[in-house]
Nanobody, 122 residues
Framework: QLQLVESGGGLVQAGGSLRLSCAAS????????MGWFRQAPGKEREFVAA????????YYTDSVKGRFTISRDNAKNTVYLQMNSLKPEDTAVYYC???????????????WGQGTQVTVSS
């Protein structure tokens, strides 16, 4: 089974940047699409971004387009989420997971990590 560990979260002021990492282990990483999701208190987990196994195709939720960039390094078994121009509404626990490319429903993804907290102050 694939194990995922997220890191890189923290407290940042609005307009700032963070880079999240998701390190994979346990089995082949490069054959799967990977996604980033987030969950704010009292809200449902929501899709943020995903990347094809090859790394050549990505897609994002509308609210982060132009600000966030997902990438992957299959040699390092790691997926990244570069977050720029952060807003208070980006505050959430961020998770990575593997799943089928082209989907946004968190219920179609699995092998979830423990998450990393991102807090954006105004």
């Amino acid at each position: 089974q694939l194990q995922l560990v997220e890191s890189g979260g923290g407290l940042v002021q609005a307009g700032g940047s963070l880079r999240l990492s998701c390190a994979a282990s346990g089995r082949t990483f490069s054959n799967y699409a990977m996604g980033w999701f987030r969950q704010a208190p009292g809200k449902e987990r929501e899709f943020v971004a995903a990347i094809r196994w090859s790394g050549d195709t990505t897609y994002y939720t509308d609210s982060v387009k132009g600000r966030f960039t997902i990438s992957r390094d299959n040699a390092k078994n790691t997926v990244y989420l570069q977050m720029n121009s952060l807003k208070p509404e980006d505050t959430a626990v961020y998770y990575c997971a593997e799943g089928p490319f082209g989907y946004k429903d968190y219920r179609t993804f699995d092998s979830w990590g423990q998450g990393t907290q991102v807090t954006v102050s105004s």
